[in-house]
Every structure is written in structure tokens, then in C-alpha cells.
């Protein structure tokens, strides 16, 4: 199993362009993150996803759009990328809890660097 | 969402314990305590997790008193390796509407020779 996968692992941007970061995994997780970390501090989360065509915001949800058409898939859109927007955005799944006293632990990607001209 | 509260940051030397505080007065009854740890470039894992007393294993315990505002990560004996970002996190019980999980800042923690 590949786990939590994240595509692309770099990327330069120009203010104003678009893109669209693609977080897979393998391991039939209901749950979905995507955090952004900037030097030096830790994880925003940015929007998340509970099922498959469900998104919710998470703290820092301005400026990215989300989408999970399908369950192993999350799509992190930024329309117009912003200088302000540089950062590593990692991705993290997380299984359904099957009862009381279950914890289940988040897997993360390997991050994808970004950088905002 | 209890809010946490931790150490910017700690120094060891290696073969020390290292015991890190962290703080969590707004816990709710259905609330577990979460421990993960970042190395630089990497995603954060998973450490250990509890709900109260102490749990351990291969990699550390966790304490956490009776009135659960507040938790203790110990690392035994540390190395240069355990030199990493360890967060501490409040997480909602499996399976309620609260499916979010915030990190804080966590704890740079260093290890030296």
C-alpha cells in the first residue's frame, strides 16, 4: 500500500494562476485533511471532508476551494494563487471510528511544497 | 474545540528523559489527548494517545491526571533522532459531528550530543 500520496511534490507559482493539488490514498478512509504549514509554525487546517462529495471549512478555508468526488481523492483548488499562499500543504486521512474507545489515527502525505510569485 | 497550550520549545541532551507539559482546561468529557511528531520535511505521526492515567508504548507514555486539564509526553533515554516538532492535540470522540482536528504550534524539541 502506498498510503497517503501527493502529487505534484514542487511547484512555482505566479500571482494569479491556478492550480490544483491531488492527495490519494489507499487505505478506504471516510476522512480527509488538508493543512498548510508555513516555516516555522504548525498545521492550519484548511478544509477537510467526512465522506465522499462532503467538504467543510476548517480555520484558514479563504483563497481554496475543495472537491471529493471520489473517496480516495482530495482536490485542493487555489484559483488565484497569492504570494501569501507559499507554503506546504499536506494532506492526512484518517479511518471511521467503528465504536467507543476507538481512536483512529491520521496518516499524512509527504507534503507538496508551494511557492507564489 | 479545547484549545491546547505547550512549550515553544525544549532542550535535552541525548540519554535524558524529556517530560513535555501540555495544557488543556477546556476538555471536554468525550475529548481524547493526542500526541504526534513532526521531523523536518515530513508529515506529522501518530505517538500515543489516551483518555486518562498513564498508557505507554514502544515509543513514549503519556500521563494524564485525574482532572485531564493537562497531559505529560515522556521520551526516555532521547536521542539525536527524537530531535523533531511534537504536537499535542484535543480530539473529539470517534464518530462525533466534530470531525475537525486542529494542531497548535507544538514543541521544537532538541536534542544535543
Known amino acids: 500500500n502506498a498510503g497517503v500520496t501527493q502529487t505534484p511534490k514542487f511547484r512555482v507559482l505566479k500571482t494569479g494562476q491556478s492550480m490544483t493539488l491531488l492527495c490519494a490514498q489507499d487505505?478506504?478512509?471516510?476522512?480527509m485533511y488538508w493543512y498548510r504549514q508555513d516555516p516555522g509554525m504548525g498545521l492550519r487546517l484548511i478544509h477537510y471532508?467526512?465522506?465522499?462529495?462532503?467538504?467543510a471549512k476548517g480555520e484558514v478555508p479563504d483563497g481554496y476551494n475543495v472537491s471529493r468526488l471520489k473517496k480516495q481523492n482530495f482536490l485542493l483548488g487555489l484559483e488565484s494563487a497569492a504570494p501569501s499562499q507559499t507554503s506546504v500543504y499536506f494532506c492526512?486521512?484518517?479511518?471511521?471510528?467503528?465504536?467507543?474507545?476507538?481512536?483512529?489515527?491520521?496518516?499524512f502525505g509527504p507534503g507538496t511544497r508551494l511557492t507564489v510569485l | 474545540l479545547a484549545k491546547t497550550t505547550q512549550p515553544i520549545s525544549m532542550d535535552s541532551y541525548e540519554g535524558q528523559e524529556v517530560n513535555i507539559t501540555c495544557s488543556h482546561n477546556?476538555?471536554?468529557?468525550?475529548?481524547?489527548i493526542t500526541w504526534y511528531q513532526q521531523f523536518p520535511s515530513q508529515g506529522p505521526r501518530f505517538i500515543i494517545q489516551?483518555?486518562?492515567t498513564k498508557v505507554t508504548n514502544e515509543v513514549a507514555s503519556l500521563f494524564i491526571p485525574a482532572d485531564r486539564k493537562s497531559s505529560t509526553l515522556s521520551l526516555p533515554r532521547v536521542s539525536l533522532s527524537d530531535t523533531a516538532v511534537y504536537y499535542c492535540?484535543?480530539?473529539?470522540?470517534?464518530?462525533?459531528?466534530?470531525?475537525?482536528?486542529?494542531f497548535g504550534s507544538g514543541t521544537r524539541l532538541s536534542i544535543r550530543p
Open positions: 477546556n476538555i471536554a468529557t468525550n475529548d481524547y
Open positions: 492526512a486521512s484518517r479511518a471511521l471510528a467503528l465504536g467507543a474507545g476507538v481512536y483512529n489515527e491520521q496518516f
Open positions: 492535540l484535543v480530539v473529539p470522540w470517534p464518530g462525533s459531528s466534530a470531525s475537525k482536528i486542529i
Open positions: 471532508s467526512v465522506g465522499e462529495g462532503t467538504t
Open positions: 487505505m478506504n478512509h471516510e476522512y
Open positions: 489516551g483518555y486518562k
